[in-house]
């Protein structure tokens, strides 16, 4: 979420944890208490950006996420990767190992997830 400012940010927060969500929710829920119209502006942003998505209910707009979390954190991550690793997701890993930012448990079970998508993809051939 780079290209996101920080209300942005805030905002989209607010939308993943609220599932569907309207900018007045959004405003009371914000420390801060932006107008409705700022807040409305920030959403329009989002969407315009790819983040969100709206309907419409009567007269009101009700805001989604397209993508969860984990997917914009994956492609946040993606491009970290290929910034400042040549795209070897594998030297990201083995550099957050060795600064201890993955302890023993969190190893295991990427270690059991790869297994378990390397068995996935042996099985669709």
Request: net charge neutral; aromatic share 4%; proline share 1%.
């Amino acid at each position: 979420m780079a290209d996101l400012g920080e209300l942005e940010r805030e905002v989209m927060q607010l939308v993943w944890d609220g599932g569907e969500v309207t900018a007045e929710a959004i405003r009371a829920r914000l420390d801060r208490k932006p107008k409705e119209s700022t807040v409305r502006t920030v959403l329009r942003r989002l969407e315009d950006k790819g983040y969100v998505s709206h309907t419409v209910s009567g007269r009101t707009f009700v805001f989604r996420a397209v993508a969860s979390r984990g997917d914009v954190a994956a492609r946040a991550v993606k491009h970290i990767v290929d910034w400042f690793c040549n795209g070897s997701l594998d030297e990201v890993l083995v550099g957050m190992a060795d600064a201890r930012m993955l302890d023993s448990r969190t190893l295991q079970a990427l270690a059991q997830r790869i297994a378990g998508a390397k068995a996935e993809a042996k099985g669709g051939e």
